[in-house]
């Protein structure tokens, strides 16, 4: 009817040898250990790519910071009518030691400490 009778159909299991139980399970391994490779591999440069990343975030807060630092300083310095060597700041207090070498009155004064606290606060959570 359909041009294709029982007999004519390609034959299954008769072109492929079968195998057994010892040969699947050394195939088997032989898979598992080649996807374990790939997932170890694969597992190493995630890492290292979150290591990467988390060391520029890491950098960008602090650059961030001493750059928020440095202009805040600035800011006090013109302020107070002060040089411009007073305008640097960051983790490193420059601004902060210059403010009490300039004599200045008690109310900057405080402004200053706090603003030191706040940086050794910011330091410590680093």
Do not use: W
């Amino acid at each position: 009817m359909y041009g294709l009778k029982l007999a004519q159909a390609e034959p299954k299991a008769a072109a492929t040898k079968a195998e057994t139980p010892d040969e699947s399970r050394k195939i088997f391994e032989a898979h598992v250990k080649e996807a374990a490779d790939i997932v170890k591999t694969e597992n190493s440069i995630e890492n290292k790519r979150t290591t990467q990343i988390a060391k520029m975030d890491a950098q960008n807060v602090k650059d961030t910071f001493n750059e928020s630092a440095r202009v805040r300083s600035g800011r006090v310095a013109m302020t107070r009518g002060g040089p411009k060597e007073r305008y640097s700041g960051g983790h490193n207090g420059k601004a902060a030691a210059l403010a009490q070498e300039s004599g200045s009155d008690a109310s900057s004064e405080s402004d200053s400490d706090e603003e030191e606290v706040n940086a050794k606060k910011h330091q410590a959570l680093q």
